[in-house]
């Protein structure tokens, strides 16, 4: 069983709209976790770090949450933009192994 | 800062053809290093990662295999390949001590997209 599970696998939002992509571990203890933007045919770039201490942090419209006790983690895309499209990846990194463990993603596309 | 390389972006081989993807890093020293396939629509899945010069560990069993002949360089081969081992390969880089601190780094490569035929 996959240790970070993602929800939901896609969605389609108009453009100007938000919306909130779910992050669910089991990955414990952990070091961070983060989310990634992937354009299609292109490799994963980061959006947010968060250590279990942090419980939100922002980058621009992109505003990660994440609740250390619950094991939940979410990102929301505020005032969406077609340039959003693409798949939105969790990854927690385990404090005590190399090995890093990946949500499967969701993609998102943004309609105009 | 830390840049890395992934070439070539596109390949195209047949069935039976050796395979060798590189990816080189700059910037960081002793980084842990790792190779992940993606298929369409799918997540990412651990093919091998290294923590030191000359020491892989392997994920999936599979006619791949993986080599770190220098502190930053990383390497992806085959001697035969498969229709299976088409797919979108990265490389990704994990610097810092690994426990809690947010100065860990995890980026990625830009990706190679395989097709065989």
């Known amino acids: ?112 | 800062s830390q840049t890395i390389h992934q070439w070539p972006a596109t390949l195209v081989q047949p069935v039976g053809s050796p395979l060798s993807l590189e990816c080189t890093v700059e910037g960081t020293s002793n980084p842990n290093l790792y190779w992940y396939r993606q298929a369409a629509g799918r997540g990412l899945q651990l093919l091998f990662y290294s923590v030191g010069i000359g020491q892989i560990s392997s994920e999936v069993p599979q006619n791949l295999s993986a080599s770190r002949p220098q502190d930053r360089q990383f390497i992806l081969s085959s001697k035969k390949l498969l229709l299976s081992d088409s797919g979108f390969y990265l490389c990704a880089v994990r610097t810092g001590t690994g426990g809690l601190s947010e100065d860990e780094k995890l980026f990625f490569g830009s990706g190679t997209q395989l097709s065989v035929l």
């Open chain 1, 1 to 112: 069983k996959n240790q970070v599970e993602q929800s939901p696998q896609s969605l389609i939002i108009l453009e100007g709209k938000n919306c909130t992509l779910q992050c669910n571990y089991t990955v414990s203890p952990f070091s961070n976790l983060r989310w990634y933007k992937q354009d299609t045919g292109r490799g994963p770039v980061s959006l947010t770090i968060m250590t279990f201490s942090e419980n939100t942090k922002s980058n621009g419209r992109y505003t990660a949450t994440l609740d250390a006790d619950t094991k939940q983690s979410s990102l929301h895309i505020t005032a969406s933009q077609l340039s959003d499209s693409a798949s939105y990846i969790c990854v927690v990194s385990p404090a005590n192994d190399y090995k890093l463990s990946f949500g499967a993603g969701t993609t998102v596309t943004v309609r105009a």
